[in-house]
T-cell receptor
Framework: GAVVSQHPSRVICKSGTSVKIECRSL??????MFWYRQFPKQSLMLMATSNEGSKATYEQGVEKDKFLINHASLTLSTLTVTSAHPEDSSFYICSASLRASGANVLTFGAGSRLTVL | AQTVTQSQPEMSVQEAETVTLSCTYDTSESNYYLFWYKQPPSRQMILVIR??????QNATENRFSVNFQKAAKSFSLKISDSQLGDTAMYFCAFMKPDLRGGNEKLTFGTGTRLTIIP
């Protein structure tokens, strides 16, 4: 089945530094990937939609200069948290779109836990 | 905009019993997809079951089945013969199809934490 690999699974960084999270579709091409943020005991909130070869579409309230998204190939999207601060600490999850039986099924990565000190 | 409501923040049930998780949604669309995702302690999101709105027949996947009431905008998940491995957060989700393909977004409910008691 479709597999999405997300790396790193955990990252700890100092305030003010930048962190990059990778999302790869391993056995299929994903023209669209999605990035979500999940706070403890809360639901997944869509941050942005990443389309291969074009600029990402950000949801309202998400700072595009803060959360840089690059989708350079059909199998890789990256999320860079720039000048990270403690309030950016969260669980970030990516998903990739795979057509199946007429409905897009989203396959999720295992998530990345970011802790900003 | 679509909204998804899960009114049960937490539920618990004895192993082998049946449990039903509720979900309601609001949309003006006539064609859409509904999903139940499971998030165990590992935090990996796992698709449990999906339903196409144009299909009247309720979807079933082994021990998991849904009760889809389109007019009432209700989409409940029934887990039969519950197992310890079913312990997880369960999210109901709505997807509006994108005719161009590839930009379908999922709108999630707030989740129900289900605990299966041995």
């Amino acid at each position: 089945g479709a597999v999405v690999s997300q790396h790193p699974s955990r990252v700890i960084c100092k305030s003010g530094t930048s962190v990059k999270i990778e999302c790869r579709s391993l056995d299929f091409q994903a023209t669209t990937m999605f990035w979500y943020r999940q706070f403890p005991k809360q639901s997944l909130m869509l941050m942005a939609t990443s389309n291969e070869g074009s600029k990402a579409t950000y949801e309202q309230g998400v700072e595009k200069d803060k959360f840089l998204i690059n989708h350079a190939s059909l199998t890789l999207s990256t999320l860079t948290v720039t000048s990270a601060h403690p309030e950016d600490s969260s669980f970030y999850i990516c998903s990739a779109s795979l057509r199946a039986s007429g409905a897009n099924v989203l396959t999720f990565g295992a998530g990345s836990r970011l802790t900003v000190l | 905009a679509q909204t998804v409501t899960q009114s049960q923040p937490e539920m618990s049930v004895q192993e082998a019993e049946t449990v039903t998780l509720s979900c309601t949604y609001d949309t003006s669309e006539s064609n859409y997809y509904l999903f139940w995702y499971k998030q165990p302690p590992s935090r990996q999101m796992i698709l449990v079951i999906r339903q196409e709105a144009y299909k009247q027949q309720n979807a079933t996947e082994n021990r998991f089945s849904v009760n889809f009431q389109k007019a009432a905008k209700s989409f409940s998940l029934k887990i039969s013969d519950s197992q310890l491995g079913d312990t997880a957060m369960y999210f109901c989700a709505f997807m509006k199809p994108d005719l161009r393909g590839g930009n379908e977004k999922l709108t999630f409910g707030t989740g129900t934490r289900l605990t299966i008691i041995p």
